[in-house]
């Protein structure tokens, strides 16, 4: 074997490994990543018990429940469905009713309810999850520059 052959030859075991990493990071991440939901889809797909989604929406006016050990129920909807979703914990400071909305958790089909491990609410006015606003602007809901989308104002 020349030295153009060994070359080549090293060169090709090491493009061979790194794509075998490319490969093993790729499908250690795949079993991490958490794609968005709205309450219609999540419905609709059959979700393996356990499997961790994100679910996003605007929390339905008049549903917010407290209960006891900081325990909270809401709906969160799409106005074409609401997934009701139960919390154990601090809410964050900006949650309230009509208001954007991301949960992070499991749904159990058993209780139709999303059990929440993380709530994440706008941090101002105009915020509003990107997945969340694609969801509503698809659905005729919402506008550009509507500061409450799926809230009329007097």
Not at 15 to 39: C, D, G, K, M
Not at 64 to 84: L, M
Not at 91 to 120: C, K, N, W
Request: hydrophobic share 40%.
């Amino acid at each position: 074997m020349n030295r153009k052959q060994k070359r080549l030859s090293i060169i090709a075991a090491g493009a061979v490994f790194l794509a075998a990493a490319a490969a093993l990071v790729t499908s250690a991440l795949r079993e991490q990543i958490v794609f968005f939901n709205s309450p219609t889809d999540v419905l609709a797909q059959q979700l393996a018990p356990g499997t961790r989604v994100r679910l996003g929406g605007l929390v339905e006016e008049g549903s917010v429940e407290r209960g006891e050990n900081s325990t909270v129920t809401f709906q969160v909807t799409d106005t074409n469905a609401s997934v009701k979703v139960r919390y154990v914990g601090i809410l964050p400071d900006l949650f309230r009713e009509g208001q954007g909305v991301v949960t992070e958790g499991i749904f159990s089909p058993e209780e139709g309810t999303f059990l929440a491990d993380s709530v994440l609410a706008k941090h101002d006015e105009n915020y509003m999850p990107k997945e969340v606003a694609d969801s509503l602007k698809a659905q005729g809901v919402w506008q550009e520059g509507d500061p409450t989308p799926g809230v009329e104002t007097q």
